[in-house]
């Protein structure tokens, strides 16, 4: 069982910008793929970003291309979200989920293991 615990949110001003990450336990990150959503209030959740362990990502939306950056760091079981030119529309709980191991891409939205989430705040 994979375990994903979030942090970093917290309340940033518009323009600003989070690193929030994604600490993984119980098993090995390696075999997985790993993304990042978001639910706003009153909103259906969102996927943002996915990356494989090769290294292959996939931005699934247009609202925050390039101005968040998705990485990993597999010899820490990390994952994270960098966000910059953060705007008041990007206040979401933010959550990181993992797809694998035998389907460890990114060409699905179907996560098998989620974290509970870190809030994101944006003020104007």
């Known amino acids: 069982q994979l375990q994903l615990v979030e942090s970093g949110g917290g309340l940033v001003q518009s323009g600003g910008s989070l690193r929030l990450s994604c600490v993984a336990s119980g098993l090995t990150l390696d075999y997985y793929a790993i993304a990042w959503f978001r639910q706003a209030p009153g909103k259906e959740r969102e996927a943002l970003l996915c990356?494989?362990?090769?290294?292959?990502?996939?931005n699934y939306a247009d609202s925050v291309k390039g101005r968040f950056t998705i990485s990993r760091d597999n010899f820490r079981d990390t994952a994270y979200l960098q966000l910059n030119n953060l705007k008041p529309e990007d206040t979401a709980v933010y959550y990181c989920a993992a797809r694998g191991p035998v389907l460890s891409d990114c060409n699905s939205v179907d996560m098998k293991y989620w974290g509970k989430g870190t809030l994101v705040t944006v003020s104007s």
């Open positions: 990356l494989e362990n090769g290294g292959s990502s996939t």
